[in-house]
């Protein structure tokens, strides 16, 4: 059978038309063009280079180690420096030219610290209009281990949490100081003089031994029961489960 | 035009697709400061290096925890995200924002996004016989496991690391708003210099080199905890085992790796 010359030609210049094609795809093309690796580890390289801000605490505690051991014992003791001090990075690179911000403005402790209903209960919080107007809060209070200048009543002001989660177990009826010794200074200074907690099995064996004379606590054998593990490695005190 | 002028301009073709090739090898070279040949070569070298310097991105799996109960909504996050990102200061470009959630009696839940322009002359919530309770919800992108974002970006710009964050190319992307329809958590927005999706990485420059994100750095509650989801070890792990943990709409499947404890129902 004959090939008509029409043919053979079209075919002939497919042929070119796909072959090019390949060398422009495969061999012209650079592959940082098409390669999805690659331009994913350039976007990587690229946000990678991105300026540091925020040099974080570790970087302050390597030269104020002084108000750093001071702010980790008061209550503001889980606040990043920075938070208040604003970005310090150029600060930490060059301590002398860069000063970061001191908040000196009465406008400043409220963003945190002013009455708001949405508000965790437990949180401290003023009415910035009522509260000492006009003197600058670091008058009364050092932000750097603020004390209250009138004490907690009850230990739910700052443990609202663990108050709300007790409210709802079987431990509810118990008192704080039932299982914690609450030394006075706690309430000032909280972290210098930190209540106790308990250390023994014995301790919970008071009320929940077989022994015990309290009757409604459920009772378990302390030589039995739970080997050498201590109570409150499988039960939480503040929510024990177990009443069914 | 006839069949000899096609295949006139095609002999054309050759020499100029050539041309193209060379200029675009000459480009690649000039980036990476090597010749044409050796452009290829060190590309993947430095895709090579990215696995075998000091950060393995393999052996982690970011994610962040958020305690409802101990959010104040001071929006020192959102300020610091700002910050340090360069995220335009004016309303309505966030990585990570702030929501106050009201819910009333007649159970009827508003939302307002905090805003940080007016924040220091912001009026407190107002005390409502008729507000049962209301409380503060941070958000930001969930770095999902399964990225709607991902899936619908038609020209590959968007993706997951190795690490479980999601990044987007700039220079690939085009702009053209799909991935912020399709983010069921309005996490991204296009910003307005560069014209190209952005959103939150979960401050990806500084995890890599051991810092915080800095939304977690300021928090002044520790309401935000960020950690390694594949480190037993890590604040985070500790912090899905000792609290009940919800994500938000868990129901389209996008397995986000922002994890809230004591969240609300009425939070969508």
New interface residues.
Partial sequence: MRIPEQIRRLTLVLAIIIGSTLIARFLLIPRSLVSEELHRSSTIQRELAKPVSFAGTAMCQGCHEDVASRVRKGFHKNLSCESCHGPASKHAEDPGAVKPFAPRDRKFCPVCHGYDPSRPTGFPQINPTAHNPVKPCFTCHNPHDPVPQRLPLACSACHAQIQRTTAVSSHALLQCTTCHTVPAQHKGTPRRALPSKPETREFCGKCHGVAASQKDAPKIDLTSHGGTYLCWQCHYPHLPEGRG | MNKRQF?KS?LL??PA??F???L??WA?AK?TGKTGAD??AA??R??KA?GNGKYHPDRHWYGMGVEI????????CVD?CK???AVPQEPFFFRTWME?Y?ISKNGEASVESLNVKS??ARE????DAE?LR???VPKLCNQCANPPCVQVCPV?AT?S?QDGVV??????CIGCRYCIQACPYGARYLHPQTKTADKC?FC???V??D??P?CV??????ARIFGDLKSKASRLVRFTRMNKIHVLKPSLNTEPKVYYAQLDGEVR
């Fill in positions: 295949l095609l073709l050759f697709g050539g193209t090739g060379t675009a090898r690649g980036e452009a290829g590309d993947r430095d895709a990215q109960d101990k959010c104040i909504g001071c929006s020192r610091a910050t340090e990102n106050r009201v924040k220091a407190a919530g107002q005390e507000v209301s409380f503060f590959g993706f690391t990044l987007v190319d700039a220079n690939r990485t990806y420059h500084r890599v080199n810092l915080l800095a750095e300021v928090c002044p509650t520790q």
